[in-house]
């Protein structure tokens, strides 16, 4: 594997996931977007929210990180979660979450959605960002209700109103009377993130708190 990891890297560079500039040995992102990334601070890094007591997020989703994360959701740059995301993500938890989380799971995509797109990127993100935790994420949600993207809908009523009753918890002997950690890609308006506590909590999660790669600046 490690032969295999030289060849590819000789071939194919690996590239900084947010201005594409080469990377070197060792490097998660490069120096410049070491220093010019919008990080939140960590008041800015905190969110409120309905049915979770909060979100984490360690990234602002404008500019770069959002052309980042268009690549990553839309392009096939599955690879950006392992190399670039789930470090930042894991860091950000580490700060604000140590000790208060005894599992965690994520917003999963429809069967339909995942298909067509190949991956499920929230998945993946929680699985490489529970790994740099020592710990594993699990599918405590099945979505089996395939909807319009959120992305694509107005305000929060309407992304509330698309997205009611999507979710579902499978297996709830799975979290009940644990607290859940809501991993999700980004944070808009907390539409998601809240129907999925809410799922998560009605079927006996004793608290839910998420954290996300982004959030919004509205």
Known sequence: ??????????????????CRDFLRKGQALCAAC????????????VQPGEFYSHCVSPLFYEDTVRESHHRYKFNGFSF??????????????T??????????????????????????????????????????????LHKHK???????????????????GA?????????ADKRVLLIDDVVTTGASLSECARCLLMAG???????TLARSTV
């Open 205 to 211: 999660a004793e608290e839910v708190f998420c954290a």
């Open 146 to 164: 395939d909807t319009a993207a959120q992305s694509g809908l107005g305000g929060r009523d309407q992304r509330q109103a698309n997205i009611f």
């Open 1 to 18: 594997m490690g032969v295999f990891r030289f060849v590819l890297d000789l071939l194919f560079p690996p590239r900084c996931a947010f």
């Open 34 to 45: 070491e220093k010019t990334l919008p990080f939140c601070t960590e008041e800015e890094a």
């Open 80 to 93: 950006y979660s392992r190399r670039a995301y789930a470090p930042l993500l894991a860091a950000c938890i």
């Open 167 to 175: 979710y579902e918890v499978p297996d709830p002997a799975l979290i």
């Open 95 to 140: 700060a604000h979450y140590a000790g208060r989380y005894d599992l965690i799971t994520w917003v999963p995509l429809s069967r339909k959605r995942r298909k067509k797109r190949g991956y499920d990127q929230a998945k993946l993100l929680a699985v490489d960002t529970a790994a740099l935790l020592q710990t594993r994420a699990v599918a405590a």
